[in-house]
């Protein structure tokens, strides 16, 4: 007889449908999934042989697509030497390996590389750095970190503190000293008669004003994304915007830290999008991308001499049992090689420009798809009721859930957030594997086609116009 409380394991495999009826998992929206068979390349398969195109990146991780044979073979090695060494007992070669890979890659100054398990990890260890290299310089009253809002940068405590969407901080709120925040540079809501250069310096200021109302002996460090992830949908700020926040940080003596958790390892058509401005942060919050899925893999990197600045007082009081896993930096090590030598940098910036000209292109067609933005492979298009003044589709349409849920139907993975406060607002994140091919592209863009027709003529909303 089983015991009832461990199922037998002579129990018959179950069907798609019974499996989430039976399911101990429990994830946000509890929406109802296929089990996953296998993933190759940009595509997926569930258990009953239906294909998808993952035109998120599952999302905005699989920077070098599924299964890729030279990743495999690189942690099969690893496997075969160790999977585990406490990284107080021993160096592995894998996660020095990557160490120096990184460095190499990061702007100049920036080579003290420090390894997590994920985003919420490595931003987490930012904040940190941030805080005992102001204690040991004999900076002690400084402890705020500026934000922007819209913006996320993970999901533990400390992450959540410096979010910007009451979504996600709301609940625990009362757990977390939340810190102040900054409008995000959503100039394209913006009705005025300043040119996009004016609006990214008078964003830009919001940074100082805010510094000055806090006290600048308070505030210890900026944090943004250089663009946007998910909370602003690969939200871009004018080019005036960054070298302005730069200078308002050495002003003040503040710390910049960028959050490239998304838009790193290539993503946008540099390695860093912070490359795109020639803009030097002082400390670098990556992960998603930098092992592309194939393990949990975060990383910080940060100026030599904060880090130096740390050892009188016995280094960074900050650690986890996973890092510099040598089975995940392995892989991560794996998967930089293949983001340098097939270039896939550079074509994340030409094949995100013929994606991003076809999303430009359904404007012409569906009055209300109100902007498309983004850079290289990291794009997102919105959806409003009216463009001229960028009002949001009524929220009871529900476009950010089932515009999605007729991409998936469809074979596309697409995702989504609202846009305007988590309440209102929809825009969709378009942001394929980099190796993606023209005829991906096509792919794509036929299935949005068809899912924005059908989802469009349900919603009452004029379609097909050209």
């Known amino acids: 007889m089983a ?46 042989g ?66 997590a398990s994920g985003g919420s990890e ?77 609006r990214g310096l008078r964003y830009a200021e919001m940074l100082r004003e805010e510094i000055l109302r806090q006290g600048p002996e308070s505030v210890l460090a900026f944090i943004m994304e250089p ?79 904060m880090v130096e600045a740390l050892n009188p007082a016995g280094g960074f009081a900050h650690g986890y049992t996973y890092a510099g896993n040598p089975l995940a930096c392995a892989a991560g090590l794996a998967v930089i090689r293949e983001v340098v030598d097939q270039g896939l940098v550079d074509r994340a910036a030409t094949q995100g420009a013929k994606l991003k000209a076809g999303l430009a292109k359904l404007m012409d067609r569906y009055e209300w798809i109100g902007d498309v933005r983004g850079k290289g492979l990291l794009l997102a298009f919105e959806l409003v009721r009216d463009r001229e003044t960028m009002e949001p589709l009524p929220a009871g349409l529900n476009a950010h859930v089932e515009l999605v849920e007729e991409a998936y139907r469809r074979g596309l993975i697409i995702y989504s957030r609202r846009t305007r406060g988590g309440k209102v607002g929809d825009h969709f994140m378009v942001c394929p594997p980099l190796i993606v091919e023209d005829t991906h592209i096509d792919e794509i863009m036929q299935t949005l086609v068809a899912s924005l027709d059908a989802w469009g003529a349900r919603a009452g909303l004029p379609c097909g116009r050209s």
């Not at 409380?5 to 495999?13: D, E, N």
């Not at 599924?66 to 073979?73: E, G, K, T, Y």
């Not at 070298?243 to 960028?258: A, Y």
């Open 227 to 305: 663009v946007g992830g998910a909370s602003t949908g690969a939200l871009v700020a004018p080019d005036s915007y960054y070298p302005r926040i730069r200078e308002i940080c050495d002003e003040f003596g503040i710390l910049l830290i960028v959050d490239e958790v998304m838009s790193g390892a290539g993503r946008t058509g540099r390695f860093l999008a912070v490359e795109h401005w020639n803009l030097r942060p002082d400390i670098i919050a990556m992960a998603k991308g930098f092992a592309a899925g194939y393990a949990p893999l975060g990383v910080m990197a940060a100026r030599r001499d």
């Open 3 to 48: 015991h009832p409380f461990k199922p037998s394991l002579q129990t018959p495999p179950m069907s798609q449908a019974e499996t989430i009826a039976a399911s101990n998992l429990f994830y946000l929206g509890n929406l109802k999934r296929p089990r996953l068979d296998r993933a190759e390349g940009v595509y997926l398969w569930d258990t009953d």
């Open 122 to 198: 490595a931003v987490e260890s930012c904040l940190k750095l941030a805080r005992q290299y102001a204690w040991v310089t004999n900076r002690k009253d400084r402890w705020k970190v500026i934000s922007l809002r819209p913006s996320y940068h993970g999901g533990t405590l400390g992450a959540v503190a410096v979010t910007g969407m009451d979504l996600f901080v709301e609940p625990f709120a009362a757990m977390i000293r939340e810190m102040p925040k900054i409008p995000a540079a959503r100039c394209y809501l913006d009705r005025d008669e300043l040119t996009d250069h004016q």
């Open 50 to 115: 239906k294909r998808y195109l993952d035109a998120s990146s599952g999302p905005m991780v699989s920077n070098i697509g599924h299964s890729n044979p030279r990743v495999l073979a690189a942690m099969k090695r690893q496997m075969d030497r160790s999977t585990f060494g406490y990284r107080l007992h021993f160096v592995n070669e894998a996660a020095e390996e990557l160490a120096t890979l990184t460095a190499s890659l990061m702007p100049a100054g920036l080579d003290r590389i420090f390894f």
